[in-house]
């Protein structure tokens, strides 16, 4: 009986921890595995990476539709994105972009 317990309460936390981890804001998702590499987790691109690459920090006077277009299509040393996000995720991402120009 206790061991069904101790089971079904492992269970319950087990839940809890997965449906966490997938309430991530999307765009922060696809930024920290496809992004922050370069341009850094505060998008300050401060990165050993982002340096050697002379990649600049986000500009707040960047438009979203500029953004989507240089994620989609590549700038300079900038890979394009557009056959491996959707548009959605694109989208997504900028707007989490913007959050960082936030802080």
Known sequence: MKN??????IG???AFMVTA???EDPGAHIYKYKCA???G???LA???TAKAMKTPPFDSKVSDAERIAITKNGKDKMPAY???LTGAEIKDVVAYIRTL???
């Open 21 to 23: 981890a997938f309430a």
């Open 101 to 103: 120009e936030k802080k």
């Open 46 to 48: 401060s990165t050993p």
């Open 4 to 9: 069904c317990i101790r089971a079904a309460v």
């Open 82 to 84: 557009a056959a491996k």
């Open 41 to 43: 987790d505060d998008g």
């Open 37 to 39: 590499m370069c341009h």
């Open 12 to 14: 319950v936390i087990t």
